[in-house]
DNA sequence: CCTAATTACTCAGTATACATCTCTTTATCG
DNA sequence: CGATAAAGAGATGTATACTGAGTAATTAGG
């Protein structure tokens, strides 16, 4: 082993290690730049509806689920639930989005899409299988599946990172214990 | 019967569309989340430094290129040029990295990391390596490569789409024909 | 039935990412 | 050599994404 300096090891050192584990070849890396890329392509394809892929995201869901409330639309989604709160705000402030007091629970917000809302899902399929399409093009067909399962287990196996703190009560730290001073 | 009238489908037949592409099934989805996910974890393991994936991918490329311009750094790193000066100017606040005109070209700005920043991007590396180890575990070993190399393939195949308008020009229509009036 | 804990949401702040516009610097042309 | 075209940097605005703090409504315990 090269582990001539110990802990602190020296400028050029670091220097050898980076090289050896470049930009282009580090995980990190690599899944910024598909997801730029992704998002990218989806906004070309989908632009003359300004709908970004979050936005398509809640309205699909929405669409299959109406009424739903807004912290389990965001597990649905994969954002957390402030975000969902802004991306709605300016969805409805657009007119494809309605929301209301639940009727059962006074503290939840309840979703829905307007008619509008439903149009847009609808005009906006062919365009996100399009862009689907183009994204993988460059992986041969028969590795395509294969690429798509290896995501889903990467995505499955960290899931207790996918959202970092969904139920925002573990930041909260009222323990019971420091209530008398 | 409802109303055929607009262009396509009614709205069933949208619903009957999504249910078949659900969410969890769409690349635009899993590279997301796989972002997020990675994101997260890195955070987690780098944590102590306060320092971001992003800022890291500026930080290594300056240690092996030290006064590159800013440009050439954003095209390095893939992102774009306006980000790359705001994430350098939190880390020149932080004493991490220093920017100066450069010599040969003085519209340019170079960046060269302080003591401060190649010290952190010393004692960084292994917390990096264990957000790479996190993140891939769940992938079979002898898949990873398979995986990082496919990944590789749909970026570079995309590669017309990685940075959206690099060097400004493109968006700049002003055709030379304009300059009398 | 009142209080404590939990839950859902909002608001403010930080960071990444990109488009567009303006200003400065450099290069070129008459 | 001075006008201007071209190129780059910066500022501004939008969108996503998350953290932390705070508010309001519901539920649980005594």
């Known amino acids: 082993m090269k582990k001539q300096s110990s ?20 995980p990190g890396y690599l899944v910024r730049r598909l997801h730029q890329i992704h998002s990218a392509i989806f906004l ?25 409330d807004q912290v389990t639309l965001g597990g649905e989604v994969g954002i ?5 709160a802004d991306v709605l705000n300016r969805l409805s402030e657009r007119g494809l989005v309605r929301r209301e007091r639940s009727q059962t629970d006074r503290r939840s917000m309840v979703a829905f899409l307007t008619k509008e809302g439903e149009a847009v899902a609808d005009k906006m399929y062919d365009s996100m299988r399009r862009a689907q399409d183009r994204f993988l093009a460059p992986l041969r067909p028969e590795f395509r599946a294969a690429f798509l399962a290896m995501v889903t ?26 209530r008398d001073e």
């Open 80 to 84: 957390d639930r402030t975000n969902v």
């Open 7 to 26: 802990t602190n090891s020296t400028r050029s050192e670091v220097k050898v290690e980076m090289a050896r584990m470049p930009l282009a070849s580090r």
């Open 44 to 68: 070309e394809e989908c632009q003359e509806f300004g709908i970004t892929p979050v936005q398509y995201g809640l309205i699909t869901t929405l669409l299959n689920n109406p009424g739903i």
């Open 153 to 178: 287990e990467l995505i499955e196996g960290n899931s207790k990172y996918s959202l970092p703190d969904t139920n925002s009560a573990s930041g909260r730290r009222k323990s019971t214990a420091s």
